[in-house]
């Protein structure tokens, strides 16, 4: 029978922020597969963990995991770390975590921080629905289109930025979103300098572009989704849509309201699909 796969968790600033379990996970396994090892080796340091590192990065994971599975195999227990929060996260472990799996692996996580989740849990925006986008496009024009792909998305938008394109991002949402659009920013939480708030975009353009410190360390923006049309109550937008469907498919009925109502179509289309499987 083949060891196991750990998915672990690791602390995004806070180092009490690691579980016991991880502790005890990360002591047990024969090594522990890290996205950068100079980073991790503190970590371990700190909690007096002694059990070797090997690197597993975006530019060695594909030459890399068929050995570490095959290790697997053998009967060596593993962990998979990144820097920081949750593996796989926006950033590497995919490639590894599939491998094993297709290979009879079993893989088990081991929950913990998370810099999206922590974020969407602190600013007080709807939490019921979200997307998490990553990382948005560094060009500004392939950003722009992935924005606009997005700007009628009734569910909450969770994405990380860099520190350095931050400013210019944020004038993009605002320019594409609308600037009344509530967004949450969330910056080097659990760290010393965290700073956590919820505004309209056009404030946080303002807020970022008179205060440089906010433009320095890890950022996780929360983005309220687009409302439903104003002239289009939900309540009457869902009973219309209720009745249409009682004879009518999901496209057929949010094609026929959007007809009658002048509604987005896609605006349609979701809430029907939400409807037709509460029914």
Known sequence: MSAQLYVVATPIGHLDDITYRAIEVLKSVKLIAAEDTRTSAKLLKHFSINTPLTACHDHNESDKVNHLVERILAGENMALISDAGTPLISDPGFKFVRAAQAKGVQVIPVPGACAAIAALSAVGLPSDRFSFEGFLPSKQSQRLLHLNRLKDETQTLIIYEAPHRILECVKDMADVFGADRPVGFAREITKTFETIKKMTLGELVEFISNDSNQQKGEIVLVIGGASVEKDMEQ??????????????????????????????????????LELSDKA
Request: proline share 0%; no cysteine.
């Open 235 to 272: 309540e009457k937008l869902d009973q219309l849509l209720t009745r249409l469907l009682q004879d009518l498919s999901v496209k057929a009925a949010s094609q026929l309201a959007a007809d009658l109502t002048g509604i987005k179509k896609k605006i349609a289309y979701q809430r029907a």
